[in-house]
């Protein structure tokens, strides 16, 4: 091969074989998502174990909108997509995930919701023979 021919060719070594022509991330990407996705770990965690505000209901929907929030944060920072990536196809690949974890979330929420409902009522004296 020439001289010529090797300077068209990317620096990462081709486009691996898979058509794939969008470029990689940067460390700053990665180390951005990483702590991102830290946070919104940890912020559920904290707000439930703090057992902040009074409302369940309103700490659940928190709770589910920092998940949402975190997926979102995953697929951009991790998986990189976006509007341009792969012509387009990675904005269906994001409508789809987000119709996938409404349904989840939602499903979830209702299934909680039943069983909290549908549960045996426990007297104090039963709390105190539990392991």
Same mark, same amino acid.
């Given at each position: ?16 074989? /898979?058509?794939?022509?969008?470029? @990689?991330?940067? !460390? +700053? ?5 990483? *702590?991102? $996705?830290?946070?919104? &770990? ?31 944060? /995953?697929?951009?920072?991790?998986? @990189?997509?976006? !509007? +341009? ?5 990675? *904005?269906? $690949?994001?409508?789809? &995930? ?34």
């Amino acid at each position: 091969m020439s001289a010529q021919s090797h300077a068209h060719a990317p620096a990462h070594g081709g486009d691996h074989g /898979h058509g794939h022509t969008a470029g @990689h991330g940067s !460390r +700053r990407d990665y180390v951005t998502g990483f *702590l991102l $996705a830290g946070a919104l &770990t940890a912020a559920p965690f904290w707000l439930v174990m703090s057992r902040h505000g009074e409302s369940p209901a309103l700490i659940a929907v928190i709770v589910m909108g920092l998940a949402m929030v975190q997926v979102v944060v /995953h697929m951009v920072y991790f998986l @990189h997509m976006n !509007r +341009r990536a792969e012509g387009g196809w990675t *904005l269906m $690949a994001l409508l789809f &995930t987000i119709l996938l974890l409404g349904i989840v979330l939602s499903g979830s929420l209702w299934v909680m919701h039943h069983l909290d409902v549908n549960m045996m009522p426990m007297s104090p004296q039963d709390m105190r023979q539990m392991p």
